[in-house]
């Protein structure tokens, strides 16, 4: 603080604001007018509204707003991509509309299981009817849906539409259909349905059964689906984005940092900046430039922009051309900078026999794939990357070129090109180091791959567009199929933005792009512009103990968009280090160093946190990936990391995506595609919750010179995360934020140091599940040293809506408020419109469950496991239980024999599982039943310690004086056990 108060003092005395605000005016294809008033307005570029009338451009408090789809125009992302007869392309992740169709027909499917619907009957050939919530059909070999007014298909993997009359949907992981009249099943090995009383029935080869009633039906597990006789069709994804009839003509947007530039800047001078074009430019325009003014620049050979340095009046000319599509500034961008790993199951990969066999007898190692590392360079002659790397390259600005329109001018081969961050030598180290001087310790999570360094210096746009450009033009000779980008900038997401669209043609030419998710924290969209690129991977950090990091940057709570892909370990990872000879960070031995690494190790090894290295380990599991299946696409690779990530539920999907990285599912089923995980995630919005996030409050107020500004704000009921900011002008002032709640205590507080920048001068508190909704800001001069100056304000918060379940009311405060817990982080969903709390759980319903919501990693093997258990969709969640790394979690299963998937789970049963789940068996042998367990005898000695454990952990419950260790598990009871189980995952 009293570092803060000397800069702060000095900033008065030395830095005065003089600019003149000239007013800039942006109009999508109209181009950049100076408007002589004193403010910048972007309007109509890709939904991005951006006003500041102080000439200061700031998220939430002063006026950035990002409107229709977060600002995000997208085409087949997640691999979806819809064409018409008529060629027109339709977007949209996971919402599709299709009405008026007059049948459908779902074929090939291993097993279909349809939920949701409050009251289905069943009427079977023989008149005999059946009432059920759910039900589960197995190895149907065709169902027609007739009459279907408007059926609703959500979470597929890939569509393909032929036509206007017929439609085929492969690959699709769940289907939500609605306002369907007739559904007709024919030659199904079984049916297992639950009756609306929560009984379980089954129905054994049924010929003809027909459901009607059915208001809302999920299907997954679908291989293949034909639907015909289309009438109309409405395709709608994530804010009603239909089609992309746009045409490609004039600007489209313009980079705010560049639009403040512009805004200050003097006639005379020199303003770096990259102009992208709809197309290769071509001489004609190179002839227009010069015709402006501008005589000279960087030249891509692949990417459609040129890297120039010209005028603001030479910009604002450019800009009004037709085949101009976006203009950026040529910012500096920042990096985000064992058994460690044992969360992300790297160590079964190369233990496991199916992998090998496939493999020709040796593990998999990423042999033969190339990862690109796009960052400060790699020291090659490092004892770890012998060999590995393939070519060494250092990117060379050329923008200060005397003349000329110029291509880029790239070294190759140089032996090392990290001279002094070791950052890109440490990344590099992550994918793909041998551990020849740790005896394998250290080793990269694909050894065996090989490495393309490009060194983009001190990281500025045009460098990075540079190694970009290479990648598309040479990539292909070195087998390039992933890079790795651990770098970020302080901006806003544009789809024109030139990094967004080089990354689009990489990923367009089959090369995997990987963005570390940013060090910025907690709140509302912190997450590196450069991620949110749907087209992408990108990963977030979580430490030692597979907890969140607190430096992860997050996305925007409800947001489709706006959150990282999955997160990896980031904390102390240990990794290579540059040459000692060196000026490093790395090249100073921390704390950390000494704590992980031998004595020995340390001249070769160093330790770091950071985003920067979690995003490398998801590189380098996609290079193993590609070795066992080289024919991915990166929508696949996208797709198959995701549905295979070990779920956190103790955090949202805008912290951490799917959650942790499971490298060992994630090659497995890049080399075996039947052995389908994650299925269970494409039923998950059946749980009906809806998270709402907006801004609820705002204010404009000056704040005094000796003085503080106080402020009181009122929070909505249901109100699961607010996020309190202030923002300010130009000037030299700093200011802090306090929050206390209505009884006067401290809740939290902000007071960094705010140097010029796009999102500098802000501060924000983020109070996560308030206790409280009457709060009080108060603002004032860091230090009390500052002048007069307008504050701008706002309170975003996001409240939750949950769904309308007709069974809760009889529940107790306590316990609604555990099931509005456990649906909100999907551990528990309801049975249609009911939660069902007393119904009893099945043995199925447990495995998924801790599937979902306890840390198990997925696994399918090669064949079941499990006499009973023969579809896909109970195998994924029962295989992944009994072979977790730990041990299996059903202790009465054995492989090869029943499981009794059906069958209900008994307290004894689950007790252990949980106790297993949560790595508390260490506890087990040191922990005895409270005396007042009358009916401790009937616990099997060998179990007593569980219970005992499972009791003070609040993950299962008494019955008065008895433990009751047969008695089924109730819905309630596992909804409790599971928020808790979640909590302790917190801790």
């Known amino acids: 603080m009293i570092i803060k108060k ?20 942006v109009v999508r294809s109209s181009g950049i007018t100076l408007t002589g008033a004193d403010g910048i307005t972007l309007t109509g570029a890709d939904g991005i509204t951006l006003t500041g009338a102080d ?27 819809l064409t018409g007869a008529d060629g027109s392309t339709y977007t949209g992740t996971n919402g599709i509309t299709l009405t008026g169709a007059d049948g459908i027909t779902l074929t090939g499917a291993d097993g279909i299981t349809l939920t949701g619907a409050d009251g289905i009957t069943l009427t079977g050939a023989d008149g005999t009817t059946y009432q059920a919530d759910s039900f589960l059909v197995r190895r149907p070999n065709g169902i027609t849906l007739t009459g279907a007014d408007g059926i ?62 059915a208001d809302g ?62 197309y290769s430019p071509t001489e004609t325009d190179l002839v227009e430039l010069r015709q402006i003014g501008i005589t000279g620049g960087t030249r891509f050979r692949i990417l459609p922009m040129i890297a120039v340095s010209a005028t603001r009046q030479q910009l604002i000319a450019v800009s009004r051309l037709s085949q101009v599509r976006s203009l950026y500034g040529n910012r500096t961008l920042t990096l985000n900078s064992d058994p460690f790993f044992k969360p992300t199951g790297i160590q079964r990969v190369g233990i496991d026999q199916d992998l090998q066999t496939k493999n020709g007898g040796t593990p998999v190692s990423g042999r033969n794939i190339t990862v690109a590392v796009l960052d400060t360079g790699i020291s090659s002659q490092h004892n770890d990357l012998n060999g590995r790397v393939v070519q060494n390259v250092r990117l060379v600005d050329s923008m200060s070129a005397p003349l000329g329109f110029v291509y880029p001018t790239p070294i190759e081969n140089v032996i090392n090109t990290d001279v002094i961050s070791g950052h890109g030598t440490f990344v590099s180290g992550v994918i793909a180091a041998s551990g020849i001087l740790s005896s394998g310790k250290y080793s990269g999570v694909a050894p065996g791959a090989n ?121 102390n990872v240990a990794s290579l280090r540059a040459p000692v000879s060196e000026t490093s960070v790395f090249g100073v031995v921390t704390s950390a160093d000494t704590q992980r690494l031998t004595p020995n190790e340390i001249p070769f090894y160093t330790t770091a946190s950071g985003t920067s290295f979690s995003a490398p380990q998801v590189a380098g599991a996609i290079a193993l990936m590609l070795q066992t299946n080289p024919n991915l696409t990166p929508a696949e ?37 039947q052995r389908k995980m994650g299925i269970f995630r494409s039923i998950l919005s059946k749980n009906q919750v809806r998270f709402i996030t907006g801004t609820t409050q705002t204010f404009s107020q000056s704040v005094l010179t000796n003085s503080s500004l106080i402020k009181n704000f009122a929070l909505p009921s249901d109100t699961i995360q607010a996020g309190f900011h202030i923002a300010w002008g130009f000037s030299a002032n700093d200011f802090g934020l306090k929050l206390y709640d209505a009884g006067g205590t401290l809740k939290g507080e902000s007071n960094y140091l705010n140097l010029p920048g ?26 009390n040293i500052g002048t007069t100056q ?108 029943a499981f009794y998937p059906n069958d209900s789970a008994t307290k004894l049963i689950t007790a252990i599982a949980l106790v297993k789940a949560a790595n508390l068996e260490s506890l087990t042998t040191v922990s005895n039943l409270p005396l007042s367990v009358t009916d401790a005898s009937s616990i099997p000695a060998q179990w007593r310690g569980y219970v005992a454990v499972a009791l003070q952990k609040g993950l299962i419950t008494i019955d008065g004086n008895k433990f009751n260790p047969n008695r089924a598990l109730t819905r309630i009871e596992l909804a409790l056990a599971m928020v808790n189980l979640t909590h302790l995952a917190a801790q």
């Open 6 to 25: 000397i800069i702060c003092f000095i900033l008065l005395y030395t830095f005065t604001i003089s600019a003149v605000h000239a007013g800039i005016n």
């Open 758 to 783: 796009l999102t500098g001068r802000r501060e924000k508190v983020i109070l996560n599940n308030p206790d409280s909704q009457s709060f009080q800001a108060i603002i004032q001069h860091t230090g």
């Open 55 to 81: 000439g200061y451009l700031n998220y939430i408090s002063n006026g950035i707003t990002l409107t229709g789809a977060d600002g995000i125009t997208l085409t087949g992302a997640d691999g979806i991509t």
């Open 790 to 897: 307008t504050i701008f304000g706002a309170v975003e918060t996001t409240r939750v809506e949950y769904p309308q379940l007709s069974d809760l009311q009889t529940l107790s405060p306590q316990m609604q408020a555990i099931v509005k817990e456990s649906l909100r982080s999907f551990v528990m969903l309801p049975e249609g419109r009911k939660f069902r709390p007393e119904s009893t759980v099945s043995r199925t319903e447990l495995a998924e469950t801790l599937v979902r919501g306890g840390g198990v990693p997925q696994y399918v093997a090669g064949s079941p496991l499990y006499t009973d258990v023969k579809d896909i969709t109970t195998r994924s969640v029962v295989e992944s239980v009994q072979s977790n790394p730990s041990g299996k979690l059903f202790s009465d299963a054995s492989v090869g024999s």
């Open 637 to 673: 690779v996208k797709d198959i990391l995701q549905r295979t990530a070990t779920p956190m539920p103790a955090y949202y999907y805008h912290e951490v995506g799917a959650g942790m990285l499971n490298t060992h599912a994630a090659v497995l089923e890049a080399a075996f595609p």
């Open 451 to 571: 490495v393309l360094g490009l060194s983009a210096g001190d990281l500025n746009l045009s460098q990075i567009l540079d190694g970009f450009d290479y990648l598309l033009e040479k990539g292909a000779n070195y087998n390039v199929r992933v890079v790795n980008c651990s770098f970020s900038s302080n901006t806003v997401y544009d789809d024109n933005d030139p990094v967004n669209i080089a990354t689009k043609m990489l990923v367009q030419n089959g090369i995997n792009v990987v963005f570390s998710a940013g060090n910025s924290g907690a709140g509302n969209g912190t997450l590196n512009p450069y991620a949110v690129a749907p087209w992408v991977v990108s990963v977030g950090a979580t430490d030692d103990k597979s907890k969140l990091a607190s430096f992860s940057s997050r996305g925007i709570f409800g947001s489709q968009y706006q959150h990282p892909s999955l997160v990896a370990p980031g904390v």
């Open 152 to 213: 609703t298909l959500t979470g597929a993997d890939g569509y393909a539409q032929t036509g206007t009359n017929g439609i085929t949907l492969t690959g699709a992981d769940g289907i939500t259909l609605t306002g369907a009249d007739g559904i007709t099943l024919t030659g199904a090995d079984s049916i297992i349905g639950v009756k609306t009383n929560g009984v379980l029935f089954t129905l054994t080869q049924p010929t003809g059964i027909t459901l009607t009633g």
């Open 217 to 278: 039906i999920t299907l997954t597990g679908a291989d293949g689906i034909t639907l015909t006789g289309a009438d109309g069709i409405t395709l709608t994804g994530a804010d009603s984005i239909e089609s992309q009839n746009n045409p490609a003509n004039g600007l489209q947007s313009v980079d705010p940092e560049l639009a403040i530039t512009l805004g200050n800047a003097t006639d005379d001078s020199n303003i770096n900046a990259v102009i992208v074009f709809h």
